[in-house]
């Protein structure tokens, strides 16, 4: 017959408190975004309250799109108490994978209002990518 540890009732309890400390700060270091497309560009935002457009980096690695930045702490604390405080600062970063027919080189982003927004254009179908082959008979 096996014994039950008696610690394994409150080892989750104990852990608890940095599970939901690791999902809150996951959710900062990803934030929230969407992506769509329209004729002749993808599009994704993503929203990046009280971050300056000079915080942000927008980079190509291979087929994919990463987006890294940091929220600075611009507070002072002297002569305060604060009772709660619910700001977030740090570091974040998306990484998005490109589908094959986005535009690497003519990728643009723009910040403003606490939003991102990137647009990769398509790149069009060359000419001699839709080329017809006539079948001659022989």
Known sequence: MVEKSHTAGWLPQTFEPVRKLREKLADWFAPPSDASTIEDCYEITLELPGVNAEDIDVAVSG?????????????????????????EFGAFQRTFRLPPDADMNSIDAASGDGV??????KLTASPEAGRKVDVRRL
């Open 63 to 87: 087929n994919a799109l990463v987006v890294s930045g940091e929220k600075h702490a611009e507070r002072e604390e002297t002569g305060r108490s604060y009772f709660f405080s619910e700001r």
């Open 116 to 121: 991102l927004t990137i647009r990769i254009p």
